[in-house]
């Protein structure tokens, strides 16, 4: 019989293997599954993982992609560090996009270099007062965070719905529901030239670094982490958890908002109903694919955003339907949830037979 | 001669790389009280789980009237005649106590009714059948317990550690009923670590250290000493003696403190009035369950009063009732309560990063970060001046043993020079030798002018280390007593509530 026995202290080792375990059982269990849908298994590999990887261009828009998962999923870490469950940072992303979109949709002509960065900010306090909602009844009447932020998110579909249907349509538009395309000075400057990477990759950069300094190493972030793991602790030390809710929500809300500004000012260019491509479900599992470490997330996001590439490609190039890519990204967190028991618990092979 | 009821051969146990138990030999006469003698840790329970079938040896033989038997589960054992009585009892407080034994026992309400009662009546162990357990004592609801296992009709009764949860004059009348029992031709099977207890009941004794036999006496002939020295191997500490101290400034005052808890199992407080003053221990005795809980995350501000309430908790003369933990321990509190791990420590973090929890204004900060070298210095100080049993700073709080996480709180507690130190069952679960330096260490805070309160059901302990004792009952708080003037008798009557209304 083979038991699950704890270890003294959790396996460093581990932890930094257990992403990569947790790859290689999704690779392989992917494997059987598209070869029982008939497909080739090399071609969707190499157009999944290699490809993105292959040309200057594919990477640059693994780049792209980066920035978004990147930002969004070192705010949500924070809060999961201390067992605060944001789940509406797609709410909260298209709050951002909204909000930046309201001042090229109120002043089309406007120019002037304070464009964007207003946009930035403007998207970052609509990410964080989507937010302000569920932790206020949270802290109030200890509503779940996780039902309030998911159900916001359903709201703040609507009400792009609503803008773009409504008040912020195009007039020149052909009735399609999207804004005005956006002036010039509304667009975050490209970072890498011939490519749409903008500045914005390193306003995430910069983020996790942020993250980093303040989950790692000040007092804060270590607040946080004991309410997380022992919220009697945290009561028993005067750590205030509400406090631990509000700045949770706010800072994962703030970094959704931000991205979701970055996309409308970025590689889109105006306000629609396609700005997110599920970035603030696939966060979730950025942060966790990444240790919820601040270091390890910059590792996650780039593959995640690889597989967001992978997919587009295996689908035009080795004929993958859409859903595929989405088992591969769910596998991927449910092989790695099973890998980090490893990290505190090992295997032990038990003399005798079961009692 | 015949052969003993029970006979334990060469067993051996081990837990990981824990040897609980290493070559026991027991043997159990029939009609007799053996006494298991042992410290926390000592491999009493392992042994009585091996007995009881819960877990099964890696080594040895049980012999069960001379023959040889395979034990692998408890209704094996209870089909052979073996009973078991734990610490924590296992009833349903919402049923009537012959609900709760006709879940366990076949036969009629009525039928076993009868039967409880005629128990009762031999063996003076009276409680009403169809009573609801809730509305039982411990003393009662641990008879229902014996009288669950007395109607399977065992011929060895096992009792864990039946004392501890029981006011003194209970006990009494405990140790009768199993003296009647061993005239009734039952054999039991005492666990204990108290001493006079086994000296006053039991017709033998063995003796556990370490996972092994170190003893196996007559514990009549024998004084306490010496059955201290072979349970821990050296001498039993010298009792502390308390110098007189001039009373200093009045560090802690309740005054008149109700509250009725959320937790509806909870037990509300009602008038707790006490003051405390530097230079002195205060011990809170009282069994668990009485309003403990409830009164210590009062007075560390886990529970915060209204602030139209903040009167009734006054600390260093200021009234702090509405304040946080954090604000009150910057008054210069300290308090180790009594769950050590996932309230007074963190399990899943290291030793340095748990010192950080209360002990960070003795500057492990630096502008609002945390200084790791500071942190290790002052996590490596606690671990050597309470010799913390431990591989390092890094080693997480989970992996410690009770004591020695308990060592380690309490020293970081103590290195941040509190005013006043509240303590919350500061030996439970510590082995006797800690416990010793614990105690001495909380003497020596008082004599240098810290004022002390201390929380325990251990009433010895309170006797040797307490200026004055209170006893918590029913979520009120008896007088101040003397324990120089006053008995363990007078503490026992006030525990049980009894004292109150004669007086």
């Known amino acids: ?355 | 001669m015949p052969a003993p009821l029970l006979s334990l051969r060469n067993m051996t146990k081990t837990y990981g790389q824990t040897v609980a138990n290493s070559a026991i030999d027991l043997d159990v006469a029939a009609g007799s009280i053996h006494a298991i003698l042992g410290e926390n840790g000592a491999g009493k329970s392992t042994l009585m789980k091996l007995i009881y079938g819960v877990e099964r040896p890696d080594e040895g033989e049980v012999l069960w009237n001379g023959a040889p038997v395979h034990l692998t589960s408890p209704a094996e054992a209870r089909r052979l005649g073996i009973g078991m009585v734990f610490q924590h009892f296992s009833l349903f407080e919402t049923l009537t106590v012959v609900e709760n034994i006709s879940l366990i026992v076949p036969g009629s309400k009525a039928d076993l009714a009868t039967r409880i009662r005629a128990l009762g009546q031999d063996f003076g162990l009276v409680v009403d059948p169809f009573a609801h357990v809730h509305a039982l004592s411990v003393g009662e609801r641990q008879r229902v317990e014996i009288i669950r296992c007395l109607l399977t009709e065992p011929r060895l009764l096992i009792l864990d550690e039946p004392t501890s949860v029981l006011p003194p004059q209970a006990v009494g009348l405990l140790f009768d009923t199993l003296r009647r029992l061993r005239d009734g031709g039952v054999s039991i099977l005492f666990i204990s670590h108290k001493l006079d207890e086994i000296r006053a009941l039991c017709d033998r004794a063995t003796i556990l250290r370490g996972g092994r036999v170190t003893g196996d006496v007559d514990p009549r002939d024998h004084d306490s000493h010496d059955l201290a020295r072979m349970m821990i191997g050296r001498d039993m500490p010298a009792p502390l003696h308390l110098a007189p101290m001039p009373q200093g400034d009045l560090r802690l005052e309740l005054s008149g403190l109700n509250h009725a808890p959320d937790d509806p199992f909870g037990m509300g407080l009602a008038g707790v009035t006490l003051r405390l003053h530097a230079g002195e221990i205060l011990g809170i005795a009282g069994i668990s369950g009485n309003g403990q809980a409830e009164l210590s995350r009062l007075i560390s501000g886990e529970t915060v009063l209204p602030a139209a309430r903040r009167d009734e908790i006054r600390m260093m003369d200021k009234a702090i009732g509405h304040l946080g933990p954090a604000e009150r321990r910057a008054l210069g509190f300290a308090f180790v309560p009594e769950e050590r791990l996932g309230r007074g420590a963190v399990p899943d973090m290291s030793l340095a990063d748990n010192s950080l929890l209360t002990a960070h204004p003795l500057g492990l900060l630096k502008r609002g970060l945390i200084d790791r070298q500071a942190e290790a210095k002052f996590t490596a100080g606690c671990i050597a001046d309470f010799d913390v049993r431990t591989s390092g700073p890094e080693a997480e709080a989970g992996s410690l043993s009770g004591g020695n996480l308990q060592k380690f709180i309490m020293g970081r507690e103590i290195s941040l020079n509190p005013r006043l130190l509240f303590v919350a069952q500061p030996t439970w679960g510590v082995d006797i030798g800690a416990a010793t330096a614990i105690r001495h260490r909380l003497v020596q805070m008082r004599n240098e002018g810290v004022a002390v309160l201390v929380i325990s059901e251990e009433l010895e302990e309170l006797f040797e280390i307490c200026d004055r004792i209170q006893v918590l009952h029913k979520g009120a708080l008896s007088p101040s007593l003397d324990p120089r003037s006053e008995g363990p008798e007078e503490i026992g009557r006030w525990m049980i509530g009894a004292a109150g209304v004669a007086a």
């Open chain 1, 1 to 355: 019989m083979i038991r699950l026995v704890r270890r003294d202290r959790a396996s460093r080792k581990l932890a930094v293997a257990a992403p990569l375990l947790a790859l290689a059982a999704a690779i392989l269990s992917n494997l059987i599954l598209f070869v029982a849908m008939g497909k080739d298994p090399a071609a969707v590999f190499y157009a999944l993982l290699l490809e993105p990887f292959m040309t200057w261009s594919g990477f640059s828009e693994v780049l792209l992609k980066t920035g978004p998962l990147l930002l969004i999923a070192q705010g949500l870490a924070i809060g999961f560090r201390a067992k605060v469950f944001n789940i509406g940072a797609e709410g909260q992303f298209i709050l951002g996009a909204i909000f930046a979109s309201a001042i090229p949709v109120y002043f089309p002509q406007a120019t002037g270099g304070w464009i964007w960065p207003a946009m930035l900010i403007m998207g970052a306090i609509g990410g964080a007062l989507w937010a302000v909602v569920p932790a206020f009844w949270r802290v109030r009447l200890n509503a779940n965070e996780i039902l309030v932020t998911l159900m916001m998110s359903l709201i703040a579909v609507q009400l792009l719905n609503y803008l773009l249907l409504g008040p912020w349509k195009d007039p020149m538009g052909f009735n399609f529901p999207q804004s005005v395309m956006f002036q010039y000075d509304a667009m975050i400057p490209i970072l890498l030239p011939g490519t749409r990477v903008n500045v914005s990759l390193l306003l995430a950069f910069v983020a996790a670094l942020l993250a980093w300094i303040y989950m790692q190493r000040s007092f804060g972030g270590y607040q946080f982490l004991v309410g997380g793991l022992a919220p009697n602790a945290a009561t028993y030390a005067g750590f205030s958890q509400s406090r631990a809710i509000w700045l949770s929500l706010l800072i994962g809300g703030f970094a959704a908002g931000l991205a979701g500004a970055a996309e409308v000012a970025g590689p889109i260019g105006q306000l629609q109903r396609s700005i997110s491509t599920g970035y603030g479900y696939a966060a979730i599992i950025v942060a966790y694919l990444g240790g919820l470490h601040p270091v390890g997330i910059v590792a996650s996001s780039l593959l995640m955003a690889a597989l967001y590439i992978g997919g587009d490609n295996a689908m035009v190039s080795a004929d993958l339907p859409v859903a595929a890519v989405r088992v591969f990204q769910g596998s991927l967190l449910v092989c790695y949830l099973a890998a980090i028991t490893f990290v505190r618990f090992r295997l032990v092979r038990t003399k005798g037979a079961p009692a």
